[in-house]
Structures are given as C-alpha cells and as structure tokens.
C-alpha cells in the first residue's frame, strides 16, 4: 500500500519542476553592422589580453573590490583587427542592459573586462536583483573612472558590437524638424536612458519600454514623471537608479523629447 505514492509523487514532481536555469555561457560575442565577427571564449580572451589584477572603488558593491581582468583593448584588437576610437560601440549584457559608447571612452586606458572576483569564489552578487555578475563584468581601474553615468560597468556581459547609434536605434530620433528642447532631452535619453529603457522598442530592456503602446506622458502627469526620474525610489524600491545631476532644465528637455516621440509611435508588435 505504501510503496505505489512514493513513486507516483516523485514523477508528478519531476514532472511539474521547470530545468534549474542556465548558466550563462563563458563566451563573448563580437558583431561589426550586425554581423558576428567573432565569438570567443574564456580561454581565447585570455590569450588575447593577458590578465592582470585591477583593485580599487566599485559603485556597485560600494567597496573596495579586487579582480582578475583583462585590459579591454587587446580583445578588440583581436576580435575585430583594429581599435579605433572615432567608431562607436554598443555593449549589450545578458539581462537586456545595452549601452552605447563612443570608441573614444570605450578604449580609454583603464577599461578591463573582469573574468574573476579575487575575494568571493564564483563570484559576490551584485545589484538590486542579487545577479552572477560572470563570466564578464566590465570594470574601469582609474579612480576617475567611477561613475556609472559616465563609465558604465555591465554585467554578463554578452557581446560588443561596432555600429553607430543611429544604426541601431533609428526609431528613437526625434527627427530634424523637432524642437530644439526634445532633440536636447534625446541627448540626453541617449546617454542616460537607452541603455535600461527602449523607445518605439529599440534600447535596453532592463526598465519599461517609455514609448509605445502608450507614451509615459499619456498616463502619468509630467510632474510625476520628472521627480520619478531624479528619484524613483521616492515612490517605490524599484530598480531604477537616481538622477540627482540632472537639473529641472534637463528634466523638461527629457519630458519634451517624450512628447515628441509619443507623436512618433514605431510598434512592430502591434501589427501581430
Ligand atoms: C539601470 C537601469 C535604468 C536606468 C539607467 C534608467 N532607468 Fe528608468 N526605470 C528602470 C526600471 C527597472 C524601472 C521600473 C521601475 C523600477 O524598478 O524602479 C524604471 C522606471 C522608469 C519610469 C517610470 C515608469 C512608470 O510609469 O512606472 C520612468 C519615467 C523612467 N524609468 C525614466 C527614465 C529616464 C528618463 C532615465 C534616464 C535619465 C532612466 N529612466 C534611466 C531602470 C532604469
């Protein structure tokens, strides 16, 4: 009587659990105007840029932390033959993070591509949602390389693609014809913004889409939305960091270019 349920419950049980997640794959892609140039993995990386520790401040842990990484340069010299920094680059990470760099910054002396935590074994999680920083978390060794507006450190790093911005988000300019505070607030969405949150769905997947179907000025007031902006965790503990720089100019430059975009709906999806 008693030996049928054990069994009967552990199929039922095999059956019901969903695979344990994967691990994401040791293996960083190099893509040049949408084409795979190269992918290489954790060993070819490290024969192309031989590791070195980088120690220093890290924003998101809020410490000090030591690394075992590879300076960038290298690797984009081996993934793509040359390091130009008059191209432009675009660092796309497991979660949907996206963020566009000009060579010029991409390159500077200091960038390094972390392959392993030197104090916790397989890695200390990192940010709001506790995540595997590995197998690549991109880290800047200078101490003026610290802030994250200006010298942002993906984690789960998945590929680096050579393409201009234009390229790759055509369907977030607000046009030639827009007014001169929307094209200064795309600006600044291009700097600050796309790498988390996509406009007529092209950008980072990391926040929510602001555009379509329904533009964030159609449902939220712009007072709301511009006080969200300097500091969401105001009004929830979300995953949104704060703006503190951005001044009310700014804001209102954002707020316009969000007007002229919600003027400007690309959905795709909606045509399904
Ligand atoms: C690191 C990722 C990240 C960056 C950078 C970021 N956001 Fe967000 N944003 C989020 C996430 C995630 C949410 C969803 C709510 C939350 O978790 O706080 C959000 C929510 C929002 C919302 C509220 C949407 C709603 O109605 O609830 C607005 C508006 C917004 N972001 C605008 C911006 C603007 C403008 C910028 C650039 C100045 C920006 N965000 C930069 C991640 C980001």
């Given at each position: 009587?008693?030996?049928p349920w054990?069994?009967?419950?552990l199929a039922?049980?095999?059956?019901?659990?969903?695979?344990?997640?994967?691990s994401?794959?040791?293996?960083?892609?190099?893509?040049?105007?949408?084409v795979?140039?190269?992918?290489?993995?954790?060993?070819?990386?490290l024969?192309?840029?031989p590791?070195?520790?980088v120690q220093g401040?890290?924003p998101?842990?809020?410490?000090?932390?030591r690394?075992r990484?590879?300076p960038l340069?290298?690797?984009?010299v081996?993934?793509f033959?040359?390091?130009?920094?008059?191209?432009?680059?675009?660092?796309?990470?497991?979660?949907?993070y996206?963020?566009?760099?000009p060579?010029?910054?991409?390159?500077?002396?200091?960038?390094?591509?972390?392959v392993?935590?030197?104090e916790?074994?397989?890695w200390?999680?990192i940010?709001?949602?506790?995540?595997?920083?590995g197998?690549?978390?991109?880290?800047?060794?200078?101490p003026?390389?610290r802030?994250?507006?200006s010298?942002?450190?993906p984690?789960?790093?998945?590929?680096?693609?050579?393409?201009?911005?234009?390229a790759?988000?055509p369907?977030?300019?607000?046009?030639?014809?827009?007014?001169?505070g929307?094209r200064?607030?795309?600006?600044?969405y291009?700097e600050?913004?796309v790498?988390?949150?996509?406009?007529?769905?092209q950008?980072?997947?990391?926040?929510?889409?602001?555009?379509v179907?329904?533009?964030?000025?159609?449902?939220?007031?712009?007072?709301?939305?511009?006080?969200?902006?300097?500091?969401?965790l105001?009004?929830?503990?979300?995953?949104?960091?704060?703006?503190?720089?951005?001044?009310?100019g700014?804001l209102?430059?954002?707020?316009?270019?969000?007007q002229?975009?919600?003027g400007?709906?690309?959905?795709?999806?909606a045509?399904r």
């Open positions: 009587m008693s030996r054990p069994l009967a419950f039922l049980s095999l059956a019901c659990s969903s695979p344990p997640p994967a994401p794959p040791a293996r960083l892609r190099f893509v040049r105007d949408s795979e140039v190269k992918t290489l993995d954790r060993d070819a990386l024969r192309a840029s590791p070195v520790l401040y890290d998101y842990y809020g410490k000090e932390k690394f990484a590879l340069r290298p690797l984009i081996a993934a033959g040359e390091a130009r920094d008059d191209l432009h680059y675009v660092l796309r990470a497991q979660d949907g996206t963020v566009p760099l060579g010029k910054r991409l390159l500077e002396e200091g960038a390094h591509l972390a392993e935590d030197m916790v074994p397989g200390q999680p940010g709001p949602q506790q995540a595997n920083p197998p690549f978390y991109l880290v800047w060794s200078k003026h390389q802030e994250l507006e010298h942002p450190r984690w789960q790093l998945a590929s680096v693609e050579i393409a201009a911005f234009e790759v988000f369907a977030t300019d607000p046009g030639k014809e827009a007014p001169e929307a200064r607030g795309y600006a600044t291009r600050l913004c790498r988390c949150h996509a406009i007529n769905r950008g980072g997947r990391v926040g929510p889409e602001l555009n179907p329904q533009s964030i000025v159609e449902y939220r007031p712009a007072a709301q939305i511009k006080a969200y902006i300097r500091n969401p105001q009004f929830r503990y979300g995953n949104m960091p704060p703006h503190p720089g951005l001044s009310e700014d209102d430059d954002l707020l316009s270019y969000f002229t975009m919600s400007r709906k690309q959905d795709p999806e045509k």
